[in-house]
């Protein structure tokens, strides 16, 4: 019998079958789950709603030609998104310069580890916790303490923004971090030993080196935003929607699935085109791929 | 430049304080800070509602642990034994079940499911009789989903760990005449270990705190998840704050656990890492 993890009987038609046994329940899996549920929902994005709700099968473009309806949401997400990945870039760099450049190497890996630990805490509970925070019992009510009444926060695309920041500032951090920690620090030294003050070094060594982590964050940042839900949904609380808010609304309370499929083939379509410029424009020829998770 | 890394820091970890912290208010409004008390723990073990919702969530979370855990060893071990465009397949499914955002997955699992069962439950009633069984959103369409996320996340992990193990070893053991299934028992499997109970330990977490996929695919069943979110909808309580400082204990506890054991490759036998 062979068996698994043997490389000598590659090719061996033993070899071959026990390969394919090993691959066929995650062929199952990405057959059954991931490609013909993609699948059914393009079929479901050119068809029309049934009377009761649900899919009535037809060839239409009408939902596609529809999106406008829907318009707001990808307005909020497509305006809030960026600025929400540009805000986190903005407030993860000096941070990650901080861990890369000047903490000391003693406690470095104490202090990255220490960014990382909130983000594995349940999303849900970290933007419940800025619920509170920007509800009225929250920072509203120690303003009021010295004289700011009525201030509402949460429900605002203040708020929104806050819980984007929030929510994803570790995956930001991590990116520019490795991007600075590779720089070499003798072109610091050269670049001051060379009469550069020091902004001038950032602005024109460090920055143009370290921008492909910014790339990176970046990428991730926004992808994620383009998907979120529950920042929306308890932070603007209704009145700011991103994308993922309309498609739980069309899918669980109004049932209009034909037009919600549109809508999440249209989100998807957004991220590829996302995807696609950052590895024409960003990575270049170098042929790097984002890895992204691990 | 110090202050700032310790803003961030205080408004990184501000939140998860607070949250544990009004956890012990024996008030009734989260943030209205009463005195010292444990009430909110008991009223939160004593609600049926979420002991059910906690019940259904760790059932699904080891059924999804387990599965993933399964599937992604053998998906790495099989990939590490496969050239040429099966494994540009397997790599580019891997990407995209990890890419394609949780809430277009939980639409597309819905339909799919929903589509599905609609074309096989009269099959089901024709051949059982209307009492019969019949198949619906539940445990099981959750377990579905989330594994095919976290099947992908554990391939990632063991194969990484795959890679980085001394073919030496391996030659070793052949030389010594193993048995290929020997070989992988004594030697490669013990290697792999620390990987696999780790991609265990993130894929139960994973399942224990997701939200989104679960409320498309959850049927009639409340997750934990999908407890708090609407009880938050209802009005914030310190007893949500109580049920999440439990879910933070767990989920934080477990995935520090997984990142020991992930760490720990980098001191163990494997070579060229």
């Known amino acids: 019998m062979t068996a698994a993890a043997g490389t000598r009987d590659e090719g061996r038609g033993g070899g071959r079958a026990t390969t394919a046994l090993l691959l066929a329940p995650a062929s199952a899996f990405f057959l059954l789950l991931l490609l ?39 307005l909020n997400t497509l305006t809030l998104a960026p600025l929400g990945t540009l805000l986190c870039a903005l407030v993860a760099y000096p941070l990650a310069y901080f861990l890369a450049v000047r903490a000391s190497p003693r406690i470095r890996t104490l202090l990255l580890v220490l960014v990382i630990v909130p983000f594995w805490a349940s999303q849900l509970l970290r933007i419940y916790a800025w619920l509170l925070i920007l509800g009225s019992k929250g920072i509203p009510a120690l303003l009021s303490l010295v004289g700011i009444e009525d201030l509402l926060l949460v429900n605002t695309r203040f708020a929104v923004l806050v819980g984007m920041v929030y929510g994803y500032l570790p995956l930001m951090i991590f990116p520019i971090y490795v991007s600075l920690e590779k720089l070499d620090k003798r072109l610091l030294e050269a670049s001051s030993d060379l009469g550069a003050r020091p902004w001038r070094t950032f602005l024109q060594v460090t920055l143009p080196m370290s921008l492909e982590g910014v790339a990176t964050g970046s990428l991730l940042v926004f992808i994620l935003l383009m998907g979120e839900f529950i920042i929306p949904a308890l932070l603007g609380g209704g009145k700011v929607f991103f994308i993922g808010n309309a498609l739980v609304d069309l899918f669980l309370q109004s049932r209009n699935w034909p037009y919600g499929a549109a809508v999440s083939i249209a989100l998807i379509a957004i991220m590829l085109a996302s995807i696609v410029t950052y590895m024409r424009f960003v990575l270049g020829k170098r042929g790097q791929r984002p890895n992204a998770f691990m | 430049m110090r202050w700032y890394a310790l803003a961030i820091y205080v408004f990184l970890y501000l939140p998860i304080v607070l949250i544990v912290f009004f956890s012990f208010n024996s008030g009734r409004y989260a943030m209205d800070w009463q005195g010292f008390s444990f009430q909110w723990y008991g009223r939160a073990f004593a609600n049926r509602f979420a002991m059910q919702a906690l019940a259904t969530s760790l059932e699904v979370g080891l059924w999804t642990a387990a599965l993933s855990t399964v599937i992604g060893t053998l998906t790495a071990i099989g990939l590490e034994r496969t050239r040429g465009w099966p494994r540009r397949l397997f790599d580019g499914l891997i990407y995209v079940a990890i890419m394609v955002p949780g809430v277009v997955i939980g639409i597309a699992t819905l339909i799919a499911f929903v589509t599905l069962f609609g ?41 990484a760990r795959l890679a980085g193990l001394d073919r030496s070893l391996i030659e070793a053991s052949e030389d010594l005449y193993a048995t290929p299934l020997g070989t992988f028992r004594q030697v490669v499997l013990p290697l792999l270990t620390p990987a696999i109970l780790a991609g265990f330990l993130l894929s139960f977490t994973f399942s224990f705190e997701d939200f989104i996929i679960a409320f498309f695919v959850a049927g009639p069943n409340n997750t934990l998840p999908i407890y708090i979110f609407s009880s938050i909808r209802r009005g914030i309580t310190p007893e949500i704050n109580a049920i999440g400082t439990v879910v933070l204990i767990v989920s934080l506890t477990l995935l520090i656990t997984a990142q020991f054991l992930l760490r720990s490759r980098d001191r163990a036998v494997a070579g060229k890492g």
Do not use: C, K, W
């Not at chain 1, 899919?55 to 529809?66: G, H, K, R, T």
């Open chain 1, 36 to 74: 013909l549920p993609l699948a059914v929902v393009i079929v479901y994005s050119f068809g029309e709603r049934a009377p009761a709700g649900g899919y009535l099968p037809a060839f239409s473009f009408d939902n596609y030609l529809n999106l406008a309806a829907r318009g707001q949401a990808f």
């Open chain 2, 119 to 159: 074309a096989l439950n009269p099959l089901l009633a024709h051949l059982f009789g209307p009492d019969g069984p019949q198949l619906a959103m539940g445990r099981a369409t959750v377990v579905g989903a989330h594994v095919l996320f976290n099947l992908a996340v554990v391939t990632l992990i063991v194969r």
